[in-house]
């Protein structure tokens, strides 16, 4: 009788025990999605503006596509700009349609084409026209290119445009604007911020994209150590986006976001988190894609699609 009510007190201990760690997982994981729930839906933006005191956003890649959509919102928030890309007709039709719609600011234009490699002569004018602009505040780094295909399948050329494109413009520019946005931090104390887009597909990497997805890893590794150097003085945060309809991504519907709600979603982040997904979609994208089955489904008919497309 003894042995068996020592057994009885045991396992009361023990369902005790287990009922706990059952609680705390179901409160933590309540608070966790509540918390996320918060965060995506009901938490208001950042005023940009005012944690920034104004000054100039410069956005690479802003002709088209997010870049785009990135200019408009700063622009929206009376923020000036300074548009980089590579086609000077483009470039000059975004500013005219920006400054049809927001008389107030300034928008100044760098023509500069990044898919080169660097030389100090090369690069030399695109550090002139920086430094013949005024107070920068934000640096959005942007610029990026893609071709899906199959490892095997795909050219040299179109993979060193990738890393080309995708990576050495996030380094150069940042190289030649941290020294100011730091002294406007510490010597103005005005904040300032780096924005780097990197790619959802840098927690979900998927068949066809080696190198794209590779290049947006660096992208956000590149912004992870720039966060633990200068975090202190600058805001900097990666953007993941999903899928989203630009030239780059032309599909659309589902999962997929415009440009625009994309921009909108990921610039509320700001200032919060030092990574965003941005729109709720993308958000939903990744809790699926990151099932381990559901992964495994999505590479296997990718798989299968590819073969029936060589075959
Ligand atoms: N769309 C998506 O689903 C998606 C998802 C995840 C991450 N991203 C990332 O988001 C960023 C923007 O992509 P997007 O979809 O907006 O692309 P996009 O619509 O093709 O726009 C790219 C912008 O970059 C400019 N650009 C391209 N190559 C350039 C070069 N060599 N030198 C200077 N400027 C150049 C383009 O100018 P032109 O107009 O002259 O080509 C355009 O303004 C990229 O970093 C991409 O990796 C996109």
């Known amino acids: 009788m003894a042995t068996l009510s ?13 009922a706990l760690i059952g609680l705390y997982k179901v409160a933590t994981t309540t608070l966790s999605y509540s918390w996320s729930f918060f965060k995506t839906f009901l938490r208001p933006g950042r005023n940009l503006y005012k944690r920034y005191q104004g000054g100039y956003v410069v956005v690479t890649g802003a002709t088209d596509g997010l870049g785009l959509e990135y200019a408009r919102q700063f622009a929206l ?3 000036n700009l300074v548009l980089v ?6 470039l000059d039709a975004t500013k005219a349609e920006l400054s049809r719609e927001h008389q107030d600011i300034d ?11 660097y030389t100090q002569e090369g690069y030399e004018p695109l550090k002139q026209a920086f430094d013949n602009i005024g107070d920068i505040s934000v640096l959005v780094n942007n610029v990026g290119t893609a071709e899906f295909k199959m ?3 795909q050219d040299l050329e179109p993979m060193n445009r990738m890393i080309q494109v995708n990576c050495i413009p996030q380094v150069i520019v940042t190289k030649f ?3 100011r946005l730091l002294a406007r931090s510490k010597e103005q104390n005005k904040r300032t911020a780096i924005i780097s887009v990197s790619s959802l597909l840098d927690y979900v990497p998927l068949p066809t994209s ?3 997805t590779a290049t947006k890893s660096f992208n956000k590794t590149f912004s992870d150590v720039l966060r633990k150097e200068n975090g202190e003085h600058i805001d900097i945060m990666t953007i993941l986006p999903g899928p989203t309809k630009t030239n780059l991504m032309k599909r659309e519907g589902g999962l997929i976001a415009t440009a625009s709600q994309h921009a909108r979603w990921s610039l509320s982040d700001v200032g919060y988190n030092s990574e965003s997904f941005g729109h709720y979609k993308h958000c939903i994208f990744r809790s699926i894609f990151k099932m381990p089955l559901v ?9 299968k699609a590819q073969k029936e497309q060589e075959q």
């Open 151 to 153: 490892f095997g399948d």
């Open 6 to 18: 020592k057994h009885g007190h045991k396992n009361k201990h023990l369902m005790a025990a287990l």
């Open 177 to 179: 604007l941290l020294p």
């Open 210 to 212: 080696a190198v794209y």
């Open 295 to 303: 992964e495994r489904m999505i590479i296997s008919s990718m798989l």
């Open 85 to 90: 890309a590579r086609n000077q007709e483009k």
């Open 107 to 117: 928008i100044q234009l760098i023509q500069f084409d990044f898919n080169k490699p």
């Open 77 to 79: 928030k009376g923020f």
